[in-house]
């Protein structure tokens, strides 16, 4: 297995924020069909607007089930996206995270890449949010297996908490960011000004010739299955991207 070693930067943003376009803010009060393909039939029971954010809210949830906002304007250009997000209120092990894919090996295994805000229980049943990055080649023929992974671990410092025990985020704006670079992996929590960025090596990533994996997105996962009603409701804001 290729497994790549990731070095810790605090530094500013690695560009311009005056190069980023607002994609969406969400203030047009609903899901605008022409930036996102709407994609509820997975984990969230709905994806509507609310005060002027994304909301996507979660009843009954099914392990490892999504559900997504994909971006509709050129997602092939995108460069980067930027994020606020939000766990409101959780009763149960989700995710909501900002992904997609980088590129493909040479036997045309796509690259995914994602940072995400999980939300989990600990041993003595508390609910934490910790800030994650995964980065995974996985199987062509079926994306929910995964071959291997170049990176995975969690933000730690300037979080108070380790990545056993994290910090509890519920109901506090995050912004996340993500470059998608076929030879640098970067990750960024924004208002906490901590950046994880790293090349990819020793592998050369290829640019997507798939359509099928011509793909990125904001959304949700289920860590486990809920039972018992319990539910959780997440939001997405400003949602910028690089070109």
């Given at each position: ?235 997405f804001d400003n949602v910028w991207v690089l070109y």
């Amino acid at each position: 297995l290729a497994i790549m070693t990731v070095v810790l930067f605090v530094c500013f943003p690695l560009t311009s924020f005056a190069e980023w376009v607002l994609y969406d803010n969400f203030n047009s009060g609903v899901i605008n069909p022409n930036k996102w393909e709407q994609d509820a039939s997975g984990l969230a029971d709905s994806i509507v607007v609310e005060n002027g954010a994304a909301k996507f809210v979660q009843d009954l949830g099914i392990i490892n089930d999504s559900s997504w906002l994909k971006f509709k304007k050129s997602p092939e250009k995108i460069k980067a996206v930027r994020a606020k997000v939000k766990i409101a209120s959780n009763q149960i092990n989700v995710f909501c995270r900002i992904g997609g894919y980088i590129g493909e090996d040479e036997d045309g295994n796509p690259l995914w890449s994602q940072i995400r805000l999980r939300s989990y229980q600990n041993d003595t049943d508390d609910f934490y949010q910790a800030v994650e990055f995964t980065a995974s080649y996985l199987d062509v023929n079926d994306t929910n297996v995964t071959l291997h992974d170049l990176a995975t671990g969690g933000f730690k410092k300037p979080l108070s908490g380790t990545y056993e025990v994290p910090d509890d985020l519920t109901g506090q704006w995050v912004t996340l960011e993500i470059h998608f670079n076929r030879k640098e992996l970067t990750y960024g929590v924004v208002n906490m000004n901590n950046w994880i960025t790293s090349p990819i090596t020793p592998e050369e990533v290829k640019k997507i010739t798939n359509p099928d994996f011509i793909f990125k997105g904001i959304g949700v996962r289920a860590v486990n299955t809920a039972v018992g009603g319990e539910t959780c409701t997440v939001y997405f804001d400003n949602v910028w991207v690089l070109y």
